[in-house]
């Protein structure tokens, strides 16, 4: 969703690893990762409830915080239909209550977030390698060991910030 800039150093940013099961977040605020965690649906066996209790939490999250910019991975199509569809209706969620709240919404494909993270690391291609990636990154910047699904929502945060502060470095070199 394009429009408004927003100063990192003004704002709320969220970032989202969505899943049906495990939807991992962080906050960051004024560009300082502030609070991070997971929301957990696996407890919950009826598929259906399950969904619209992970898509209840996801919105009870953002109410909470009221970020100006929210940044998720765009989903990758699955061998699953059902999951797929799933995946692709949280993002409709979090793109509506986005819009409904002129929050900046930024969907990153997966290629995308971790090229803007990587700072010269290799990124690896298998999905257990990309998962671990993300941890040991995570470890050695924070000094802290989370699951994968925290820490890739916190890449995924850290993305959106490194882009803008590439844009803003570039608006800076071309205004000297």
């Known amino acids: ?3 408004k800039r927003i100063r990192m150093s003004d704002c709320i940013l969220i970032g989202i690893d969505s899943s049906t099961s495990n939807t991992g977040y962080s906050v960051y605020r004024n560009a300082i990762l502030e609070k991070y965690g997971v929301i957990c649906t696996t407890d919950i066996s009826d598929k259906d409830i399950k969904f619209e209790t992970m898509c209840k939490k996801i919105i009870e999250l953002l109410d909470t915080y009221s970020p100006a910019i929210l940044v998720a991975e765009l989903t990758t ?12 209706l949280i993002l409709g969620v979090i793109y509506g209550w986005c819009v409904s709240h002129d929050c900046e919404c930024v969907f990153y494909r997966a290629f995308q977030w971790r ?18 990636w993300a941890i040991d990154l995570i470890k ?8 994968d699904d925290v820490a890739e ?3 995924i945060g850290q993305a959106r910030i490194n882009e803008c502060d590439r844009l803003l470095g ?3 070199n071309g205004n000297n």
Not at 80 to 86: D, H, K, L, W
Not at 140 to 147: D, F, V, W
């Open 1 to 3: 969703m394009a429009g």
């Open 170 to 172: 570039k608006e800076q």
């Open 140 to 147: 050695n910047k924070y000094n802290t060991i989370l699951q």
């Open 153 to 155: 929502a916190i890449l």
């Open 77 to 88: 199509p699955t061998r699953n239909a059902v999951t797929q569809r799933q995946l692709t």
């Open 115 to 132: 090229h803007l993270v990587a700072e010269g690391n290799d990124i690896p291609r298998k999905r257990e390698e990309l998962k671990q």
